[in-house]
C-alpha cells in the first residue's frame, strides 16, 4: 500500500492566489481527515468525511476554505484567496474506521503565502 | 470541548537516562493514541491504548492511561539519540471520530 498519497510537497503562492492542495487517502479507509500544523497552534483539524460526505468543518477558519471529497479516493483543500496567516504543513489523514482506528498521515504539503 | 496538554514540551535529555512524559486530557475520552513525528516528516503511530491500566510497550518506550486521573504517560528507558522526535498524543471527543491532538513534546536525546 502506498500509504497517504499528497500533492504538491511545497508550494509557494503570493496573497491573493487560490490554492488548491490534493490527497488520495488509503483505499478502504472510510475516514479522510485535514489537518494545518503551525508553530503556535500545533495541529489542528479543519475538516473530516466519511465516505465522502462533510461531517465536521468547525474547524475551518472561514469562508476562504473549503474542502470536497468527489469521490473514496480523491479530496482536495482549497484556499481562495491565500493569505501570509495560511502558511502552515497541512496534513491528509485517513482511518479505516473513524477514531477506533489510528490514523495515517501523508507526507503534508508546506504552504507558504508571502 | 476536549482539550489534551502534554508536559513538557521541550525536553534535552542524555543517552542512557530514564524519563517520563505527561499527556492530560479534559473529558472523557474512550482511547488515547501516542504518535512520532520525525523533524520535516508526518506522524507516525506509536500506540493505542483502550482501557484504565492499559499499558503498551515497544522498544525504549512505554505507555500507559489512567481513565479515572484522565492522564497518560510515556516512558523513555535508556534513551538513545534515534529517539529524539516530537512526540504526540491525542485523543477522541466524545460522539465524535475526529482526534484532538496534544502541542507535542519535541525530545532530543544527547550523545
Known amino acids: 500500500d502506498a500509504g497517504v498519497i499528497q500533492s504538491p510537497r511545497h508550494e509557494v503562492t503570493e496573497m491573493g492566489q487560490e490554492v488548491t492542495l490534493r490527497c488520495k487517502p488509503i483505499s478502504g479507509h472510510d475516514y479522510l481527515f485535514w489537518y494545518r500544523q503551525t508553530m503556535m497552534r500545533g495541529l489542528e483539524l479543519l475538516i473530516y468525511f466519511n465516505n465522502n460526505v462533510p461531517i465536521d468543518d468547525s474547524g475551518m477558519p472561514e469562508d476562504r476554505f473549503s474542502a470536497k471529497m468527489p469521490n473514496a479516493s480523491f479530496s482536495t483543500l482549497k484556499i481562495q484567496p491565500s493569505e501570509p496567516r495560511d502558511s502552515a504543513v497541512y496534513f491528509c489523514?485517513?482511518?479505516?474506521?473513524?477514531?477506533?482506528?489510528?490514523?495515517?498521515f501523508g507526507n503534508g504539503t508546506r504552504l507558504t503565502v508571502t | 470541548e476536549l482539550k489534551v496538554e502534554q508536559n513538557p514540551l521541550f525536553l534535552s535529555m542524555q543517552e542512557g537516562k530514564n524519563y517520563t512524559i505527561y499527556c492530560n486530557y479534559s473529558?472523557?475520552?474512550?482511547?488515547l493514541y501516542w504518535y512520532r513525528q520525525d523533524p520535516g516528516k508526518s506522524l507516525e503511530s506509536l500506540f493505542v491504548l483502550l482501557s484504565n491500566g492499559a499499558v503498551k510497550q515497544e522498544g525504549r518506550l512505554m505507555a500507559s492511561l489512567d481513565t479515572k486521573a484522565r492522564l497518560s504517560t510515556l516512558h523513555i528507558t535508556a534513551a538513545v539519540h534515534d529517539l529524539s522526535a516530537t512526540y504526540f498524543c491525542?485523543?477522541?471527543?466524545?460522539?465524535?471520530?475526529?482526534?484532538?491532538f496534544g502541542k507535542g513534546m519535541k525530545l532530543t536525546v544527547n550523545p
Open positions: 491525542a485523543a477522541p471527543p466524545g460522539g465524535s471520530e475526529k482526534l484532538v
Open positions: 473529558t472523557t475520552s474512550d482511547r
Open positions: 489523514a485517513s482511518s479505516l474506521s473513524g477514531h477506533l482506528s489510528p490514523l495515517h
